[in-house]
């Protein structure tokens, strides 16, 4: 019998994928990090490329984005658990692309309430995921769709003794159509997903320009030490300066070609910026970027 249960156990631990996942603590705050691999997601690294964060609020932990499957979400509570055996009250999952929020199927068997933007409402469970498409089977083994339950319209306030979680809904399109972020004064932190990108380039697929710049410009006026991205080490005050200063550039040279009168074609080979272009994700995004922000400020002028 035991060698039975022996070779179940054995059998599964094959079928697992390990993420390896280290947190890593941001400042002097109660907030860890699993930092994602700048790189596209495939069967090396099977989703682990964003980032995901919990907060130590006393009695229990706050997670930021849930991660990509499953098992990523599994192994990262085993982690959290060796700094303190807490449990998980809330996971906030800041906009709706999958490598954010596919661990939600692990915290819910945790009994953890989950929240996200009213975008999830409208979000279709699809028969294949993203994720799902690139990744191996193993790694994606019990993964399933779990959308958030609690939505936030405008400003949703979260109480832990003391301290107070503000998670506020961008309500314009900026990365995309559903971007939350989540402002904890008294950690002086802010969680902002993939309104901010660093170490690698950032993708307008989804998204509008002039949302994303305008929201960036409201984060950066809130009074904090650490602002933490959905890609990249950086979780400083200076996180949103890669972004932003990237965005603001791309717009200025798309918009005069426009004005000139330059058709899509002539400003997608024009637009080269090349001093962006050692960064990862050039190659593959910059050119879809062009083209995304040519469209949206033509649509805009007429």
């Known amino acids: 019998m035991k060698s039975f249960l022996l070779s179940i156990v054995l059998f599964h631990s094959l079928l697992a994928f390990d993420y ?6 941001v400042g002097d705050s109660s907030t860890y990090c699993f930092f994602g691999l700048p790189e596209v997601m495939d069967e090396h690294n099977n989703g682990n490329m964003s980032n995901s964060c919990f907060v130590n609020m006393g009695t229990s932990y706050l997670v930021i984005d849930s991660g990509p499957t499953y098992q990523y979400a599994e ?5 959290m658990k060796k700094i303190q055996n807490l449990p998980i009250s809330y996971v906030i999952n800041t906009h709706t692309h999958d490598d954010h929020w596919l661990g939600n199927s692990y915290y819910k068997t945790l009994g953890a309430k989950i ?24 790694a994606y083994t019990k993964t399933e769709q779990v959308f958030p339950t609690i939505f936030v319209e405008e400003e949703n306030i979260l109480y832990f003794n003391d301290r107070k979680i503000y998670i506020e809904s961008v309500n314009y399109k900026a990365h995309t159509n559903g971007d939350l972020f989540v402002y904890i004064p008294s950690e002086k932190i802010v969680f902002v997903g993939d309104l901010s990108f660093n170490e690698r380039l950032p993708s307008m697929r ?25 890609h990249g080490l950086i979780s400083t005050k200076q996180t949103l300066k890669f972004t932003y200063g990237y965005l603001k550039a791309l717009k200025y040279r798309v918009k005069k070609l426009l004005d000139e009168d330059y058709d899509i074609a002539d400003v ?4 080269v910026m090349k001093e962006y272009k050692d960064i990862s994700f050039y190659d593959t995004i910059h050119r879809q970027n062009v083209e995304q922000v040519y469209r949206t400020l033509e649509w805009e002028d007429e």
Do not use: H
Not at 115 to 136: D, Y
Not at 268 to 271: A, D, H, L, T
């Open 20 to 25: 390896k996942l280290q947190p890593k603590k």
């Open 115 to 138: 929240i996200g933007s009213n975008a999830f409402r409208e979000l279709p469970k699809m028969a294949l995921t993203r994720m799902q498409r690139r990744i191996s089977p193993e």
């Open 268 to 271: 997608v080979n024009q637009v």
């Open 206 to 230: 989804d998204g509008n320009i002039n949302g994303w710049i305008k929201i960036l410009e409201k984060i950066s006026k809130i009074d904090v030490n650490y602002i933490v991205g959905g």
């Open 75 to 79: 192994q990262a509570y085993i982690q």
